[in-house]
Structure formats: structure tokens, C-alpha cells
């Protein structure tokens, strides 16, 4: 098994260490059985990732997290997963404030979420959000890690 998880913080202050980062995108990617992946995720500013989501999603505003999957060959089980994962740690602060939840967790959620968009998770948008298969799984995958980190 080989699970590349690389994290950078462009030079900014996150609430979790880069190993803590890493650990938690790793329990996802073994959660969901995956053998081989190679998975970037940067921090970056609100002015990044709204030019992130303009450019490649043609949505306006910064928002707390994009995820990108490459597109495997054939022979999924052959090929690894790779992907890159962006998130804004200003914006999840924000949202952090308004839902009354700890940062820290917020951001351990939203490394859970880019993880599986990655895997290929989705989502529809709006209030409906939260009751999808995917922020179901996400719930449940974020409650291991942040009792593992207990």
C-alpha cells in the first residue's frame, strides 16, 4: 500500500499540524479501501481560492474548499488515486464562527470533504447538502479522526 499525502501551508498558520493534516486525508483514503494514492493539499488565502473557484469553476467569491481528481486509466485498482486539495483557512474560520464549531474540527472537516471529492464524492448544492450520502459518510469519517485525536 502507498499513501502519499503532501501538505503545505503556503507560509500561513492552520490550527493543526501538517502531520495531523496528513493523517487524517490517510484514515480517509484506507476508510474508503483505497491501496495507492498520491494526494497534495495546500492552504491557501480567500483571494486564492476565489481565483481557484472562478478559474476552474466559474463561481464567484472565495469559498473553504476545492478539490481536483485526476481522472484514473483503466485498471482502477492498478492506478493510485491522485488528486490536489485546497482549502482556505480564513474562510473556515468564518465558518467556524457562524455554526459554533472549533476551528480545529472545521478544518479537519473540510480535509474529510477534499479527501472524498477526490475519491469522487459529490454533493448537491444548497440546504440539501448536508443530507447527501457524501456528508453523511463525511460525518462519520470526521467523528473517527477527532476521536482518534482525542
Known amino acids: 500500500m502507498t499513501l502519499v499525502v503532501d501538505v503545505q501551508t503556503t507560509g500561513m498558520r492552520i490550527p493543526l499540524s501538517r502531520a495531523r493534516v496528513a493523517d487524517i486525508a490517510s484514515a480517509v483514503l484506507v476508510a474508503e479501501r483505497v491501496r495507492r494514492a498520491f494526494v497534495s493539499i495546500t ?9 481557484l473557484n472562478f478559474r476552474h ?22 492506478v493510485p488515486v491522485m488528486g490536489d486539495i485546497y482549502i482556505a483557512p480564513a474562510i473556515a474560520r468564518r465558518h467556524a464562527r457562524e455554526w ?9 472537516r473540510l480535509v474529510v470533504h477534499g479527501t472524498l471529492h477526490v475519491l469522487g464524492y459529490d454533493h448537491p ?14 460525518e462519520i469519517l ?6 482518534i485525536s482525542s
Open 43 to 51: 492552504f491557501v488565502s480567500a483571494r486564492a481560492i476565489a481565483a
Open 57 to 78: 469553476l466559474r463561481r464567484h467569491g472565495a469559498t473553504d474548499v476545492i478539490a481536483f481528481a485526476f481522472e484514473r486509466a483503466t485498471g482502477a485498482g492498478r
Open 100 to 108: 459554533g464549531r472549533p476551528v480545529r474540527e472545521e478544518i479537519a
Open 125 to 138: 448544492d444548497g440546504e440539501s447538502r448536508s443530507a447527501s450520502p457524501m456528508w453523511r459518510r463525511q
Open 142 to 147: 470526521l467523528g473517527r479522526a477527532l476521536r
